[in-house]
């Protein structure tokens, strides 16, 4: 059997800076490029002594536990012990996503015969499972693995950002009271021009049954002005507290936007309570979220103030009737006072 040392040493180089690399990044901690290369220059070196008969005695688990901490402190330094654990915990953990990845992705291809031939009985009579994994296939496998985890890590993230930024959102017009959950987008400085009146979205269909048949629908398609043009005097109770409030969108030309102009908003977010009076509630025809995560997005000015402690879920300040609805949506595209 040839062994190529020098490939073996440049694969081990690359995956040890790959794995260090992934753990700045879970860790979010600035790494150095030449603490980088130090430290897998050093890892690398040590699967080398692997083939030096006379060093068979350092591939212990105290040697090899002993190096990790060797490789973490020159890639990481020592800034608080907190710190290096967290960092060591980081490591070990892609360590362990990699090595399962390849070996659960080996086994995955595997049929039966292949599979029992790796199958053998000890003198003792314990089973054991003989694991052959080739080079090149470890090395390719392994690059999948870690595009997929980092992936997964992004999701999570993005998804635990985004939680922090949902809300319960209540609307009361009259005797009238929906509810649903928000997004906080801090992006969002739509408002009325002319009375500067914050404007918070939501989804058209959450007030579908207090709106003139076919309202959802048509909206969807634009041009909100030609509702109002064309609604009868009779024929919305709540005619005197409709806008229609100029935008513009991303890569979009300006347009209008229906608005409702509500008797009170309440915004639970955060652990806090937040109400305002001053606010209108625009009406997209469209889901705002794919996901149904979220179904109106809330304006960063409604939250600006110093919030209460949240009430009890049974506290009403309207005290009125609750036919609310629950529910999700995906951010308008930027929206600007037009």
């Given at each position: 059997?040839?062994?190529?040392?020098?490939?073996?040493?440049l694969?081990?180089?690359?995956?040890?800076?790959?794995?260090?690399?992934?753990?700045?990044?879970?860790?979010?901690?600035?790494l150095k490029?030449?603490r980088?290369?130090?430290?897998?220059?050093?890892?690398?070196?040590?699967?080398?002594?692997?083939?030096?008969?006379?060093?068979?005695?350092?591939?212990?688990?105290?040697?090899?536990?002993?190096?990790?901490?060797?490789?973490?402190?020159?890639?990481?330094?020592f800034?608080?012990?907190?710190?290096?654990?967290?960092h060591?915990?980081?490591f070990?953990?892609v360590?362990?996503?990699?090595?399962g990845?390849?070996?659960?992705f080996?086994?995955?291809?595997q049929?039966?015969?292949?599979?029992?031939?790796?199958?053998?009985?000890?003198?003792s009579?314990?089973?054991?499972?003989?694991?052959?994994?080739?080079?090149?296939?470890?090395?390719?496998?392994?690059?999948?693995v870690?595009l997929?985890?980092?992936?997964?890590?992004?999701?999570?993230?993005?998804?635990?950002?985004?939680?922090?930024?949902?809300?319960?959102?209540?609307?009361?017009?009259?005797?009238?009271?929906?509810?649903c959950?928000?997004?906080?987008?801090t992006?969002?400085?739509?408002?009325?021009?002319l009375?500067r009146?914050?404007?918070?979205?939501?989804?058209?269909?959450l007030?579908?049954?207090y709106?003139?048949?076919?309202?959802?629908?048509?909206?969807?398609?634009?041009?909100?002005?030609?509702?109002?043009?064309?609604?009868?005097?009779?024929?919305?109770?709540?005619r005197?507290?409709?806008?229609?409030?100029?935008?513009r969108?991303?890569?979009?030309?300006?347009?209008f936007?229906?608005?409702?102009?509500?008797d009170?908003?309440?915004?639970?977010?955060?652990?806090?309570?937040?109400?305002?009076?001053?606010?209108?509630?625009?009406?997209?025809?469209?889901?705002?979220?794919?996901?149904?995560?979220?179904?109106?997005?809330?304006?960063?000015?409604?939250?600006?103030?110093?919030?209460?402690?949240?009430?009890s879920?049974?506290?009403d300040?309207?005290?009125?009737?609750?036919?609310?609805?629950t529910?999700?949506?995906?951010?308008?595209?930027?929206?600007?006072?037009?």
């Amino acid at each position: 059997m040839v062994v190529y040392i020098d490939l073996i040493f440049l694969a081990n180089l690359f995956i040890d800076c790959i794995l260090l690399a992934l753990t700045a990044w879970m860790r979010k901690a600035k790494l150095k490029w030449w603490r980088l290369a130090l430290s897998s220059m050093v890892g690398a070196l040590y699967v080398v002594m692997m083939f030096v008969p006379q060093l068979s005695f350092l591939f212990t688990f105290l040697i090899k536990f002993g190096l990790s901490l060797i490789m973490l402190w020159i890639a990481f330094g020592f800034t608080s012990l907190q710190s290096y654990l967290h960092h060591l915990g980081a490591f070990y953990m892609v360590n362990f996503a990699a090595a399962g990845g390849i070996i659960g992705f080996h086994y995955l291809i595997q049929n039966s015969g292949e599979l029992f031939r790796g199958i053998w009985y000890t003198t003792s009579g314990g089973l054991s499972f003989e694991l052959k994994v080739g080079f090149w296939f470890a090395c390719i496998v392994f690059l999948g693995v870690v595009l997929i985890f980092k992936a997964v890590q992004t999701t999570k993230r993005i998804t635990e950002k985004r939680e922090s930024l949902l809300g319960e959102v209540t609307v009361w017009i009259g005797s009238v009271k929906i509810s649903c959950v928000g997004l906080l987008d801090t992006g969002n400085q739509l408002s009325d021009p002319l009375t500067r009146t914050p404007v918070m979205v939501m989804e058209a269909a959450l007030w579908e049954s207090y709106l003139p048949s076919g309202w959802s629908k048509r909206l969807m398609e634009g041009q909100p002005d030609q509702l109002i043009m064309g609604l009868a005097v009779d024929e919305f109770e709540w005619r005197d507290r409709l806008r229609l409030v100029p935008y513009r969108g991303v890569n979009r030309g300006a347009a209008f936007m229906l608005a409702l102009k509500p008797d009170q908003v309440r915004i639970e977010l955060g652990g806090l309570e937040y109400t305002a009076s001053k606010v209108l509630i625009g009406l997209d025809g469209g889901t705002l979220s794919g996901d149904r995560a979220y179904r109106a997005i809330i304006h960063p000015s409604l939250t600006d103030g110093e919030g209460l402690p949240r009430m009890s879920n049974n506290a009403d300040p309207m005290n009125v009737p609750n036919p609310a609805a629950t529910t999700s949506m995906d951010p308008k595209d930027a929206t600007s006072a037009g």
